[in-house]
């Protein structure tokens, strides 16, 4: 069965284009529409294994909403063709995790390649993270020592590691005025330059640390799984501010206005220490990573990267040598500075190797991580 294409496209001659050159390699065009709408009724018609959508759609949907709404309906991949690059179309294009995203004028070979992407990413989706247990089940005397505070944010701020060392008094009063918060997929936590108005604590899902090059590039630094407390850091000791922070995953935050986690650690001037000691620590870990990821060979990298993010990501598995991280290649590929196509390859031969096991989607299983340490030595 070949794969079917629905173009979403308001210039005529460019979609007859588009849909010539799909047709010679083999695809089949199930449809042409030239607006929004159109793109959302005909996908939810004919459900197409992949839709080519223009940005610039007219009518009620421009191509970005239309998009959003496709995917939220039946799921299926998008990919951009579009002449807009400013950054505002960017960032708003992103929100709606597209699966590629093609400048016009066109390559051919860029077209299809971005289409087989998209399909392989959609038939190997993440499966749902596995619940990581946090916090402990309500206790006999707790609510009394939490002084009426709601009793999972507070232990929710009592798990956060430079803070757990607060007199009860002051947990609660931070717990008070703590909110948890959802945050979808691609949203904005914090922005580059921003000083943040709030700190917080990951409570579930994933967030990405990324930077921009001069180039526009974005480089993702690191991730945040549950229980990382960066947010804090970064409300109360705001030096690292040219990176943004955003969601990996849909994710569920712990969050605190800034103007009481300074009050609280203004009355306590020892929590700047645990603070300091924190920073040295993440210091060395983000060294011990960029030094693991200077390899020029990108199979080096991807092993470094793997061993760097096993103590954080993995799982227990059913020997000490082995672990399970949770993470999709995609994410793998954004950590070393290379693509995709180039990680699923080297993770591939990794397998082959009796290194990985990639049977389960969104897992990467560590079968020996002596022997993955003996790779990059």
Known sequence: MTTKVLIAEDEALVALDIAHELESAGYTVVSQVSTGRAAVEKALELRPDVVLMDITMPGE??????AEEITKKIGAPIIFVTAHSDEATLQRAKLTRPSGYVMKPFEPNELRANIEIALHRSKTAPIE????????????GLEAAALGADQFKFEGVKAISVLESLPVKDLNDLARTAVVQDINAGEFVSLDGERPNFGFMVLSGRLAVIKSTPHGKELTLDLLNPGDCTGILRALEPTDLDTTIRGQTDAKLLAIPTSQLRSIADKNPHIYKQ??????????????????LAHSRVESRIVAALLALAPRFGRPSSTDDQTRIFLTRK??????GTTPETAIRVTKNLEREGLLDLT?????????????REVVE
């Open 61 to 66: 949907l421009d191509g970005i909403q239309a």
């Open 129 to 140: 993270e596995e619940p990581l247990e946090m916090f402990p089940e309500p206790s006999e």
């Open 331 to 336: 994410e793998l590929a954004d950590l070393t």
């Open 360 to 372: 389960k989607p969104g897992v990467i299983k560590i079968l020996s991580l002596k022997q993955l």
């Open 275 to 292: 603070i300091s000691a924190e920073l040295m620590r993440r210091n060395r870990r983000t060294n011990d990573l960029a030094l693991g």
